[in-house]
């Protein structure tokens, strides 16, 4: 009795699991609809708890199972349902609206599909489908792969978005109507090589010590200056740098030049730079006035300089040509106002004329951020007359003019065409030569910063686009040979090859980047101003010698060194250099704590050599031989040691002297036959360890060599000798 009732029992337990794994069969074939895109929306049963269930599986019957499974059921939205709900785009053409980045949902209501199409349409791809939802996001690449493969064509969104924006940008006046023209003092600008006078001859006709104060030969940055002179006129001097280096700088500035007064220096003649200065004026359609300078030396020829031009197309007055030469001394002050009446002279000649009513037209030739007074610019008025309270736009910043300077720092009420003028009040500091247009009101410059910074990023865009195309699409080739290689495989065998492919890289790339490290030059460059840090970055922009080391210019601006500059200099192992700027006590402490270099100078050419002292230091060091003597063969035999015969040669030595712990090489008709050391060297019968000039010896090598007689032997030392950069940054 006692075994039946046991096995009756287990029995009834045995039906109860049973029912129980039927009924849980049910519910995992029904929440199995969630894989296939279905919504599955579970109902918690406060009566019935699930883990009730599991704890009394005898309380069940299978009906009540079945009822629950059953009422779960109705709470799943079928793919009918969400279609209903979802109003599928109708199509232009067959043609489908993409952006760079869309969902899975986003682009099957963009297509007219549904999910499941874009699933499809991804399979065989390097998309895991897996992890995909229909939030998540697909990039360009894939977004066009899926709607060719739909047999539709794409167009970008954003093309529409330009169309429909309103160009709101401010341009220059038409030509103004010459009878409101009035005459205009001539902007000139000095050129010519460095150090051949030009911020001497300018200091002289501007009676102040600006040369004087400067920290060296190179005109630090453009400055605009206005020159009265006795006869009542006034010329506008722009004062360019001369080097070839600054070929930008000096360019920009001949954009807004009537005149160019090209300096060269009697003693030296016509130079490298001279010649650039000559080719930026013809390209600019800018008339020329040659100023020899330092004729007081004794030294000078300036019959040899005006023939020397001859070459280069500048032709002076006694030559027949149209050209005026005039002989100075900047230093001494000498035919300074025959200079000036001849520019003078040519200025009337062209009948320089300008509108002074309407709206402002004018030119950024400086730019910097003063402590005191905020971004200010100094600019040359080219139409119009600017006075205070004029709104500007220039780049993408404007300004709401506060103040109005002069080149002496006095205020000024009003600036007319060819006169230059410091301006303060811009919200950002303008890049040098940009172009200043008034605007009517402060609306309508808000307007037009915003339509320019609206073009900048579609630009941008539309380069980063074709780079990341292009990016992507080597990246796919890439993937796809590597997935027909792999084709055949298992899974399983697929992830063991890519796995031993890929182990050393694991191993090998921190040696990789501390490579990398030592062949990079990472820097940062401030500057005083625009045109400072734009000329020392065209320098840089010439660097050719990658594959020697690295240059990498990791950020730039003006100002004095701040704490984020040691901070980037940190992150990248960079070095950071100043020019005119300054690093106070705490930012050098915290540069000296981080173990940050920091470079100032107030010289250009001084901070590029630092550079390149720089650039020199990360080379790896390079063997030199240094020869401590010359021998030559006179004759040759052997000596037997044990059973082997080993060659002798005996020399006699012409230079310098043999010491046998050098190292040594054997020279036939000008090749190297041997490198090695000695493993003999006598003296007559005795071992030596030196032998002299004059003095015979005999010598073996350390392996096996037949000498022949006139062959000579080298004793030499080696020294690392440190690499120097082959980049010539032209001076």
Not at 237 to 265: C, E, K, N, Q, Y
Not at 364 to 369: A, D, L, T
Not at 371 to 377: A, E, R
Not at 541 to 560: N, P, R
Request: charged residues 30%; aromatic residues 6%.
């Amino acid at each position: 009795m006692l075994i039946e009732e046991m096995n009756r029992g287990l029995m009834l337990k045995f039906e109860n699991l049973v029912q129980l794994r039927a009924a849980c069969r049910q519910l995992c074939t029904l929440s199995y609809r969630k894989v296939n895109r279905a919504q599955w929306k579970p109902v918690q049963s406060s009566a019935h708890p699930v883990w009730s269930v599991l704890l009394y599986p005898q309380l069940w019957q299978k009906d009540k199972l079945i009822s629950i499974a059953l009422s779960q059921h109705r709470h799943l939205a079928t793919k009918e349902e969400i279609k209903k709900k979802k109003k599928k785009v109708p199509l232009t053409k067959g043609e489908v609206e993409i952006k760079q980045k869309m969902t899975v949902e986003e682009l099957a209501r963009a297509m007219g599909k549904d999910i499941d199409h874009i699933y499809e349409a991804l399979l065989y791809t390097d998309i895991d489908l897996d992890s995909l939802e229909p939030d998540s996001i697909l990039y360009e690449d894939h977004i066009k792969l899926i709607v060719k493969k739909s047999g539709m064509k794409y167009k970008s969104a954003k093309l529409k978005e330009e169309k429909e924006r309103e160009n709101t940008d401010a341009v220059k006046r038409p030509p103004a109507d010459p009878a409101v023209l009035t005459p205009r003092p001539p902007v000139v600008t000095i050129l010519g090589h460095v150090d051949h006078g030009k911020t001497t001859l300018l200091d002289s006709l501007r009676k102040t010590q600006v040369a004087s104060t400067e920290a060296g030969g190179i005109t630090q940055h453009i400055g605009a200056f206005l020159v009265h002179l006795p006869s009542g006129e006034k010329i506008t001097f722009l004062d360019t740098p001369g080097h070839a280096a600054f070929s930008a700088m000096r360019a920009r500035g001949t954009h807004v030049t009537d005149i160019v007064v090209l300096v060269v220096a009697a003693e030296d003649g016509v130079m490298q730079q001279t010649i650039e200065s000559i080719q930026h004026a013809k390209n600019a359609g800018v008339p020329l006035i040659l100023a020899i300078n330092k004729c007081d030396k004794p030294e000078a020829d300036p019959e040899r300089v005006k023939k020397e031009l001859l070459a280069h197309d500048v032709v002076c007055e006694e030559f027949g040509g149209e050209v005026q030469a005039v002989n100075i001394s900047a230093l001494k002050g000498e035919n300074l106002m025959v200079l000036a009446e001849a520019t003078v002279a040519l200025a009337e000649m062209l009948e320089l004329k300008a509108d002074p009513t309407g709206l402002v037209e004018g030119t950024v030739i400086e730019s910097r951020k003063d402590k005191g007074k905020g971004p200010v610019t100094t600019a040359i008025i080219q139409r119009g007359t600017l006075r205070k309270g004029c709104v500007l736009v220039a780049g993408k910043t404007w300004a709401k003019v506060r103040f109005m300077f002069d080149e002496n720092g006095k205020v000024v009420d009003a600036a007319s065409p060819g006169i230059p003028v410091e301006i303060m009040g811009w919200k950002e500091v303008p890049s040098a030569g940009d172009e200043i247009l008034e605007v009517e009101s402060e609306q309508r410059a808000h307007e037009v910063v915003a339509w320019r910074t609206y073009v900048e990023q579609q630009e941008r865009m539309k380069r980063d686009v074709e780079v990341i195309e292009a990016k992507q699409k080597e990246h796919r080739m890439e993937y796809e040979k590597k997935q027909q290689k792999l084709a055949h495989l298992t899974w399983r065998q697929r992830k063991a090859v890519l796995y031993k492919a890929n182990k050393h890289l694991m191993f090998s790339k921190p040696k990789e980047r501390t490579e990398m490290d030592k062949n990079v030059l990472s820097v940062i460059v401030k500057g005083d101003v625009d045109g400072s840090v734009e000329a020392i970055l065209n320098i840089l922009d010439s660097y050719d010698a990658d594959d020697e080391c690295k240059l990498d210019i990791i950020h730039f601006g003006m100002g004095d060194i701040s704490e984020t500059d040691i901070s980037l200099a940190e992150a990248f192992n960079g070095v950071v250099f100043g020019f005119s700027v300054k690093a106070n006590d705490s930012i050098k402490q915290l540069a000296a704590k981080k173990g940050i270099k920091i470079k100032l100078h107030n010289i250009i050419y001084k901070l590029i050599e630092d550079l390149k002292d720089e650039l020199n230091s990360r080379l790896p060091p390079t063997v030199a031989e240094n020869t401590i003597g010359e021998a030559s063969v006179l004759d040759i035999f052997s000596v037997t040691v044990g059973k082997n015969k080993i060659p002798v040669a005996g020399c006699r030595v012409q230079k310098g002297l043999l010491d046998k712990k050098m190292k040594f090489k054997l020279l036939r008709n000008g090749d190297v036959i041997w490198k090695g050391s000695l493993s003999s060297l006598k003296h007559h019968k005795d071992d030596v360890q030196v032998i002299k000039t004059g003095m015979d010896c005999g010598l073996s090598l350390d392996k096996y060599i037949e000498f022949n007689i006139g062959d000579e032997i080298i004793c030499y030392e080696e020294k690392e000798v440190q690499q120097t950069t082959s980049w010539d940054p032209g001076f």
